[in-house]
C-alpha cells in the first residue's frame, strides 16, 4: 500500500519561506518520481514541480521557477518542496503525488496522493 502525507504547511508572509515535506511509504519509493500540485478554491489543481527517482531531474512550473526547489531523500522516503519568496498567490492546497506517466505537468500521470496541506501567504 503506497500512503503520501504532506506536512509543513501554514501562514507566511509574502516574501517569507516555507519547506513542505512528503512521506512515502511502500518499498519502491525510490523507484518513482514525485511530484507536488496545487489547488486554490474554486480552480483547478495546478502543477509546481517534479523531480525524478533519482534526483537528477526535476521540473518546475514557470511560476515557481527560481523561487521553489524540490528535493528528495530516498534513504528517508521524503521529498521535501522548499518555498522561497513566497507571494500572495501561492496561497493553495499543495498535494504530493507520485509520478508513473510521462506528462510530469499533468495530473494524470500521477497514481497516488496526499490529503493535502494549506499553505496561505499573507500580503
Known amino acids: 500500500q503506497v500512503q503520501l502525507v504532506e506536512s509543513g504547511g501554514g501562514l507566511a508572509q509574502a516574501g517569507g519561506s516555507l519547506r513542505l515535506s512528503c512521506a512515502t511509504s511502500?518499498?519502491?519509493?525510490?523507484?518513482?518520481?514525485v511530484g507536488w500540485f496545487r489547488q486554490a478554491p474554486g480552480k483547478e489543481r495546478d502543477f509546481v514541480a517534479t523531480?525524478?527517482?533519482?534526483?537528477?531531474?526535476?521540473y518546475y512550473a514557470d511560476s515557481v521557477k527560481g523561487r521553489f526547489t524540490i528535493s528528495r531523500d530516498n534513504a528517508k522516503n521524503t521529498v521535501y518542496l522548499q518555498m522561497n519568496s513566497l507571494k500572495p498567490e501561492d496561497t493553495a492546497v499543495y498535494y504530493c503525488?507520485?509520478?508513473?506517466?510521462?506528462?510530469?505537468?499533468?495530473?494524470?500521470?500521477?497514481?497516488?496522493w496526499g490529503q493535502g496541506t494549506q499553505v496561505t501567504v499573507s500580503s
Open positions: 503525488a507520485r509520478f508513473i506517466g510521462s506528462n510530469w505537468y499533468s495530473t494524470t500521470a500521477y497514481d497516488y
Open positions: 511502500g518499498r519502491t519509493f525510490s523507484s518513482y518520481g
Open positions: 523531480i525524478r527517482w533519482s534526483g537528477s531531474s526535476t
